[in-house]
């Protein structure tokens, strides 16, 4: 089912872009690299990560799955600064990443993401922060 979502990401993305909605388009574009991250183009979706974040400093989902992925990969530092800099500087913050419900269920994150996410606060130890 990831696979038949991105190109429904691609199309949303579009008609936002045409309408001039572009805080929706990022939206698309950030659901759509989650996507491609489940169907396994995992170097695409980073690299999407990456440059929504050049474009959209203050998009905190993108930032906390790349401090998810940088994490199983084995990069905590880099991993560690993408999660400080949502949580510190960014409005919407961090605190509803440390929900599983919330991104499993509400913010619908794919489940390879999830997984990553649930390893980085429990092995990171800001699992326990948020408690």
């Known amino acids: 089912r990831f696979k038949e979502s ?3 990401y691609e199309a949303a993305e579009a008609l936002f872009l045409k309408q001039r909605d572009l805080k929706r388009a990022v939206d698309s ?5 989650l996507a491609v ?3 396994g183009a995992v170097k695409e979706a980073v690299k999407a990560y990456r440059e ?3 474009r959209s400093p203050g998009y905190a989902d993108m ?6 992925h ?3 990969n084995g990069e905590q530092g880099e991993a560690e ?3 400080e800099f949502a949580c510190n500087n960014i409005s919407v913050g961090c605190k509803k990443y440390q929900d599983e419900y919330w991104v499993s269920s509400v913010r619908r994150w794919p489940p390879t993401m999830a997984a990553n996410l649930r390893s ?8 326990e922060a948020s408690k």
């Open 6 to 8: 991105v190109s429904d």
């Open 29 to 33: 574009r950030a659901n759509r690299a």
């Open 37 to 39: 991250y489940e169907t």
């Open 52 to 54: 929504i974040i050049r």
């Open 63 to 68: 930032r906390i799955a790349l401090a998810a």
């Open 70 to 72: 940088l994490w199983a």
């Open 81 to 83: 600064s993408q999660w």
């Open 120 to 127: 980085f606060l429990r092995k990171s130890g800001k699992e």
